[in-house]
């Protein structure tokens, strides 16, 4: 059985000449969190929305579960389970008849079902608070609820904590986990928030103006959070060649002709200062200096932050 739940191949969608996503390849593993994170309009949901059928692809491919969505959406939509927009559920309706209407709605006769999603968010059963009395994050839960109440093996859910507080954000956060770590769930799950991301997801998918520019484990991203040692001098490629040559290194990166980042700390600066100026490179400034996963995000996407 493969390891990739959800695969695209060279995906794409254009509304008349705007590009709304581009030669997308992604790549959902199995019983992890995929975050895929980007500025709003960066074409996350239209992404989601090709992912569910609810709009057609202009090009490319969609595999879910091993199989063509095009040839078995059917058998694979009935495995997923998904939070792209508010439910419309009714107002003057509690949350327990709320979930029994989408139940009957859906021909779910499974004994028990509405209880078990709603035990699973966290929501009672049978309680007499209307709809329309819930707070935000409950709101929020009794959707997921709804997501997960026919027992899916994926969720794809799109923006859940957008709009809660600290402490709703917290309780979603750790209600997802939950789904993926304790019911063996797998979750695809967009946010324009960094640090929500970088905090739930195990996978990370960078989309910025509907083109993956990066994807990988948090871990392996976060390898890229670390410290070095920035030099701003008069010729960058010559200083870089001298550190290939002189100190046997090629652990450094150029950003422009006149910085340089070198990521070997175990290499004695002054000797590369006294090695830099002796072969008539001026050196303006040498500072040690740590990446942040904020930094690198910023420039993989243009030097534009994401909130």
């Known amino acids: 059985m493969s390891d990739i739940i959800i695969e695209t191949t060279g995906l794409t969608k254009v509304y008349g000449t705007q590009k709304s996503v581009v030669d997308l390849n992604l790549h959902v593993r199995r019983g992890r969190i995929y975050g895929l994170l980007g500025r709003n309009g960066a074409g996350k949901t239209t992404t989601m929305?090709?992912?569910?059928?609810?709009?057609?692809?202009?090009?490319?491919?969609?595999r879910i579960f091993g199989k063509d969505i095009r040839t078995s959406e059917k058998e694979i939509l009935s495995q997923i389970g998904s939070l792209i927009e508010s439910p419309g559920f009714y107002p003057n309706l509690t949350g327990t008849e709320n979930l029994k209407i989408f139940a009957q709605l859906r021909g779910l006769?499974?004994?028990?079902a509405i209880h078990d999603a709603l035990d699973l968010v966290g929501l009672p059963f049978r309680d007499k608070k209307l709809y329309s009395q819930y707070s935000l994050g409950m709101k929020q839960r009794l959707a997921i609820a709804l997501s997960v109440m026919?027992?899916?093996a994926l969720l794809i859910l799109d923006e859940p904590i957008n709009g809660l507080d600290p402490i709703g954000?917290?309780?979603?956060?750790?209600?997802?986990?939950?789904?993926?770590?304790?019911?063996?769930?797998?979750?695809?799950?967009s946010s324009h928030i960094l640090s929500e991301i970088a905090l739930l997801a195990d996978d990370i998918g960078i989309i910025d103006q509907g083109r993956l520019l990066e994807e990988?484990?948090?871990?392996?991203?976060?390898?890229?959070?670390?410290k070095f040692i920035h030099f701003s001098l008069s010729d960058a490629e010559r200083a870089a060649a001298l550190l290939t040559t002189q100190f046997k290194t090629q652990r450094f990166d150029v950003e422009d002709e006149h910085t340089l980042r070198l990521l070997d700390l175990t290499l004695p600066v002054p000797s590369i200062n006294r090695c830099f100026v002796e072969n008539g490179i001026d050196i303006s400034?040498?500072?040690?200096?740590?990446?942040?996963l904020e930094d690198y995000f910023k420039k993989v996407t243009g030097g534009v932050g994401i909130a």
């Open 109 to 112: 006769n499974r004994k028990n």
């Open 216 to 226: 990988g484990s948090l871990k392996e991203l976060e390898e890229k959070n670390h």
């Open 285 to 292: 400034e040498v500072r040690v200096c740590e990446a942040t």
């Open 169 to 189: 954000i917290a309780e979603i956060r750790a209600f997802i986990r939950a789904l993926c770590d304790e019911k063996g769930k797998t979750v695809l799950i």
């Open 150 to 152: 026919h027992d899916p």
């Open 49 to 62: 929305k090709m992912l569910l059928s609810l709009t057609q692809p202009t090009s490319g491919d969609i």
